[in-house]
């Protein structure tokens, strides 16, 4: 039976972007991947992001700004998964939002959205220093480790809604339940099973 529903948010049960510009989209998730996966694993701050990824036409100041502005902007596909999330919570399970993410999201987000009390626990890359992508045979993914460990839970005993299908096959080698969520719109219906 599953205790814990992990939820990933960018894909899954959000769509926004973090930036309106093409070129520092290209520029950060394309030509700077790397620093992407610092920021992601929180060796990195969004004011060194914005630094590495400025240009000519968008000098450091306007990228921080355009980030923030982004990222307080972001909200659920659509208002029902909060409503849904509302009544898996009521059955008895826990909701834990599981992201690959940053700074700015705990500090905006999550505040803006107030997610901190919607989610029983909230799993940031960022925070944690780890990406769910991170797995290893023997030491399994430590991105969820810590959690699993601390609420004397299996992998089994929960399941991961994400997008990615690289991660949902980590994940099913981890020994997590998936959820492959294609279509951000049909994620409540998916999420029904749990309630």
């Given at each position: 039976?599953?205790?814990?529903?992990?939820?990933?948010?960018?894909?899954?049960?959000?769509?926004?972007?973090?930036?309106?510009?093409?070129?520092?989209?290209?520029?950060?998730?394309?030509?700077?991947?790397?620093?992407?996966?610092?920021?992601?694993?929180?060796?990195?701050?969004?004011?060194?992001v914005a630094e590495a990824i400025a240009c000519e036409s968008c000098p450091k100041d306007a990228v921080i700004e355009e980030i923030k502005e982004n990222y307080g902007r972001l909200d659920f596909v659509k208002p029902a998964v909060a409503e849904t999330i509302g009544k898996?919570?009521?059955?008895?399970?826990?909701?834990?939002?599981?992201?690959?993410?940053?700074?700015?999201?705990?500090?905006?987000?999550?505040k803006k959205l107030g997610l901190n009390?919607?989610?029983?626990?909230?799993?940031?890359?960022?925070?944690?220093?780890?990406?769910k992508e991170d797995f290893d045979e023997e030491k399994g993914m430590p991105f969820f480790n810590a959690f699993l460990k601390d609420n004397a839970l299996r992998p089994?005993?929960?399941?991961?809604?994400?997008?990615?299908?690289?991660?949902?096959?980590?994940?099913?080698?981890?020994?997590?339940?998936?959820?492959?969520?294609?279509d951000a719109e049909n994620v409540c219906a998916a999420l029904q099973k749990y309630i």
């Open positions: 039976m599953v205790k814990v529903v992990f939820l990933d948010w960018f894909g899954t049960i959000c769509t926004g972007r973090i930036f309106s510009s093409r070129e520092l989209d290209d520029n950060l998730f394309r030509n700077n991947r790397n620093m992407l996966y610092s920021w992601l694993r929180g060796t990195d701050t969004y004011g060194a898996i919570r009521r059955g008895g399970k826990k909701v834990v939002l599981a992201s690959d993410n940053t700074d700015l999201f705990n500090y905006i987000t999550v009390k919607l989610f029983d626990h909230i799993l940031n890359s960022h925070v944690l220093g780890v990406m089994q005993d929960c399941v991961m809604f994400d997008d990615n299908p690289a991660i949902i096959d980590i994940c099913r080698k981890y020994g997590l339940n998936v959820e492959h969520i294609t």
